[in-house]
């Protein structure tokens, strides 16, 4: 199990936060991994509409900023969210943006 | 009193709010405008560190998303937030990152 570069929780930044957070395809898969805790990169890309590649970008984005832990194993790399970092260092910030992305969803999500 | 385009309440998107407040220094405005109510545009740029035009550029991006209102009068543009419209949206999205960072200054505002 490889764990790929993951900044410290000390060093997550706000504006990163935001800026991975402000993207439609990027809210989807934070909003799946929040139902879902664990999930494969290919099941959390599933039906997102866009290309492995594309998909691979958001994840990297994600994970630079601080929101996601990404975990090789093998072929497979797993991805979750790093609930309690965030909520330790921004207290109601994902919850505040996982609420509103459930009560109006994005463009690429209606879609 | 000339009031700017702005999008109407229902049509603020929340990926584009993320974006607007996704800047050191346009997180910076807006924490300005949360303790001072309204602003010239001359005051909430005062000491940002950032050309004229560069701040212009901050305010419709801001008001473009749906977080400031612009009203020119004369040769003055006054902004405020638009504190009633993202509360309604996006509930505690707007306090949350206003408290996150107060609690934790990007680094533009920390230089």
Known sequence: MRLLPHP??????????????????????????????????TDAGDDLGVHKSTASHHYRTLREAGVIVSKQAGRLVYIRLRRDDL?????????????????????????
């Open 8 to 41: 410290a929780t000390e060093d997550i930044e706000l504006t990163e936060v935001l800026r991975a957070l402000a993207d439609p395809v990027r809210l989807e898969i934070v909003a799946r991994l929040s139902v879902a805790g664990e999930m494969t990169c």
């Open 87 to 111: 909520d330790t260092r921004f207290p109601g910030l994902l919850d505040s943006v996982l609420s509103a992305a459930h009560a109006a969803p994005a463009a690429a999500a209606r879609a």
